[in-house]
């Protein structure tokens, strides 16, 4: 395994990222030293712990003088078993959906995951509004993707094309391109589309039934909303052609689950 050394320092009176070296171990590291120095002083944002058998995860802020503080400190190790626990509770969450959850039939051959969700509630009390599922993969830009949201209320967010939809959906702007300029309003970043996506009807089987979705269109790029019973199914295609999607009520999500531990155990 590889460690990356690399450290918060300032640089001109700025925060910036030096990378150290590379190492299999700490004991490889050319000046261990320095690189020990280098997280009291600045905090390390990745770094290999005494053992050789960790990566140290520092947070810093930087305080009134421009310096960087410590924050926090933990290890790769726990984050990770913390990031395991909190998948196995959305694993929950999701077999115990209140609510049906759609995606595309067994006979299409593709990666399946869980995707996001949405809850909200005291700890313990917590109730589920929101969950979909993803068929593709989960990285952006690596493939098809198609994700299927089933929720009890609907919430705006998401891609800048699905926050421009979600506040048309939901009269918060009377057209796709008002949307749009609310949103890039306030964003030094943000630049208008040289093209508006178009809005249109998509019919979308759903358990052999044709549904009618209203959608925005963008090049590769899709969004759909329909309501189905009393709840939002919200889908959302890229580089996937609305003309393949089917969709049937997904009793197991076992193959989302199993798809979804083994994307995170190849990483």
């Known amino acids: 395994m590889l460690y990356q050394l690399s450290y918060l320092a300032q640089a001109d009176g700025n925060p910036a990222e030096l990378t150290i070296e590379v190492v299999t171990s700490a004991s490889e590291c050319s000046d261990w030293k320095r690189v020990r120095a280098l997280m009291t002083r600045h905090g390390i944002i990745g770094a290999v712990s005494d053992d050789d058998e960790d990566v140290e995860l520092w ?44 995606g595309l039939p067994p006979s299409w051959d593709g990666a399946r995951f869980l995707g996001g969700g949405w809850w909200e509630g005291m700890p313990g009390r917590k109730r589920t509004k929101a969950l979909s599922l993803v068929h593709g993969t989960l990285v952006q830009g690596e493939g098809p993707v198609l994700t299927v949201e089933t929720a009890s209320e609907f ?12 506040m048309v959906w939901e009269h918060r702007s009377p057209s796709i ?55 939002f199914v919200t889908v959302e295609g890229f580089s996937f052609d609305p003309d393949d999607v089917a969709l049937v009520e997904i009793a197991d ?7 979804t531990r083994r994307f995170y155990e190849r990483r």
């Open 177 to 231: 391109e008002e949307a749009f300029e609310e949103l890039t309003r306030d964003d030094p970043h943000g630049d208008l589309p040289g093209a508006f996506p178009v809005r249109t009807e998509l019919l979308i089987n759903i358990d052999a039934v044709p549904v009618s979705f209203d959608a925005f269109v963008d090049g590769g790029r899709w969004v759909a909303r329909a309501e189905v019973g009393s709840n």
């Open 59 to 102: 947070v810093a802020r930087t305080d009134e003088a421009g310096n960087l503080v410590q924050v926090s400190q933990t290890s790769a190790k726990k984050a990770g078993r913390r990031s395991m626990l909190d998948r196995r509770r959305d694993e929950v969450r999701f077999r115990s959906a209140p609510f049906p959850l759609y």
């Open 155 to 166: 919430s705006i967010g998401g891609g800048g094309l699905l926050n421009a939809a979600g």
């Open 253 to 259: 999500v076992g193959p989302y689950v199993l798809g």
